[in-house]
């Protein structure tokens, strides 16, 4: 893959934001606003969320503030494209799941002015907070970045250190 290509984070982006989009559509037209269905019960319910905040409705009711926050998003990761893809696969995944799950919730925040979640669980007595292949998307590409880039930057900042010595 040439430095710096859109093509193949698009694709993936393209097929998260598809997926997401499909996946909220289904929960829409299936339960109704506030319904939940066991899955595994105790463990794991499709419910049908209107969140019209951030991860946990962090600013809720800011709807306007979160899309111009996600369009600045995606401008940023265009432009520093470059900067950030540096030929491998992995960056590839990382920037196409960032891509399609910030366009995820966008489309939502857009059209409905609220993004629809639908996975529910629970572990024992903590209840996590409902959310979609979008917010999942995201989540998976920082994981990435902080499995595969965080060690790199120690490894470059303790060569600097050593070379300052």
Request: aromatic share 10%; with cysteine; glycine share 10%.
């Amino acid at each position: 893959m040439r430095n710096g290509s859109v093509m193949p984070v698009f694709g993936l982006g393209l097929a998260v934001l598809l997926l997401d989009q499909l996946a909220k559509q289904s929960v829409r037209a299936t339960l109704s606003v506030g319904e939940s269905r066991p899955v595994l019960p105790g463990f794991f319910d499709l419910v049908y969320v209107r969140n019209d905040g951030a991860a946990w409705n962090l600013l809720g009711g800011h709807g306007v503030v979160l899309t111009g926050i996600s369009v600045a998003a995606l401008i940023a990761l265009f432009l520093f494209r470059r900067a950030i893809l540096d030929g491998s696969r992995a960056k590839v995944v990382f920037m196409g799941l960032l891509v399609g799950g910030i366009a995820g919730n966008l489309v939502d925040r857009i059209r409905f002015g609220w993004v629809t979640d639908f996975l529910d669980f629970r572990f024992g007595s903590y209840h996590y907070p409902a959310f979609n292949v979008a917010d999942s998307a995201i989540c998976l590409a920082v994981a990435l970045y902080l499995v595969l880039d965080l060690p790199a930057v120690r490894r470059k900042r303790a060569r600097r250190d050593d070379a300052a010595e």
